[in-house]
């Protein structure tokens, strides 16, 4: 099951996203609710807001825990900015996740909110709403950009993590989810292997 952190912002439209792909979704608040699902969206909104509430409920803490095992973490536009491990110029401390620099409201007054078509490697076209969304400054060797716009980083994936600075919910682009459901199947596949390919001999010893 795909949890949906629903503290604040767009919720609802990833929740519509992956009612429209199909598949069980869950409002994540606490950290009970995020340890019954095996994969994690964070929206859209205000990454000040959903930062603080994050820390209030102690999902922050958690989520980081769980990230540095392979938990697939999904992050549009606030969600990125809250994932990354910079942010310029702003007091709010990152979860430090996505090896990105973040500056918030970057695009100017006049385009701050636009939508658009981006190339996405291995993916094709998708439609994407820039909403007073970041520019990344830095990407760390690790983070594969996965799209540009207009020469701007606006998609990336770092191993489980998968982040954008566009919103596809909004457009009702369904591929970036479907990407990430991918990325939470190889993991639940992973998680259950070592059980069943350990050597019988092991198990025996184990009565
Ligand atoms: N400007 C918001 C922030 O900095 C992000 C906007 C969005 O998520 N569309 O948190």
């Not at 994969?39 to 930062?51: A, K, R, Y």
């Not at 509430?53 to 973490?73: D, S």
Request: proline residues 6%.
């Amino acid at each position: 099951m795909v949890g949906v952190l629903a503290l604040q912002g767009d919720f609802r439209e990833h929740l519509s996203i992956l009612k429209k792909l199909g598949v069980d979704a869950k409002e994540i608040r606490t950290k009970e609710e995020l340890s019954l699902v095996d994969g994690l969206i964070i929206p859209g909104g205000e990454s000040t807001v959903i930062n603080k509430l994050m820390r209030r409920h102690g999902l922050a803490e958690e989520l980081v825990r769980k990230a540095q095992r392979g938990f697939p973490i999904l992050g549009t536009c606030a969600g990125a900015i809250v994932i990354s491990k910079e942010i310029l110029g702003d007091p709010q401390v990152p979860l430090g996740l996505l090896d990105i620099s973040v500056k918030r409201n970057a695009y100017g007054p006049q385009i701050e909110s636009f939508e658009d078509d981006v190339e996405a490697k291995g993916i094709g076209k998708v439609r994407g709403c820039f909403i007073r969304a970041p520019i990344i400054t830095r990407v760390g060797k690790r983070v594969d950009v996965l799209a540009k716009h207009q020469g701007n980083p606006v998609l990336f994936r770092q191993g489980n993590i998968l982040a954008s600075t566009f919103h596809p919910e909004i457009a009702g682009e369904t591929r970036i989810h479907k990407l990430f459901l991918e990325m939470i199947k190889t993991r639940r596949e992973k998680v259950q292997e070592p059980v069943s390919s350990t050597p019988p001999s092991h198990r025996s010893r184990h009565p």
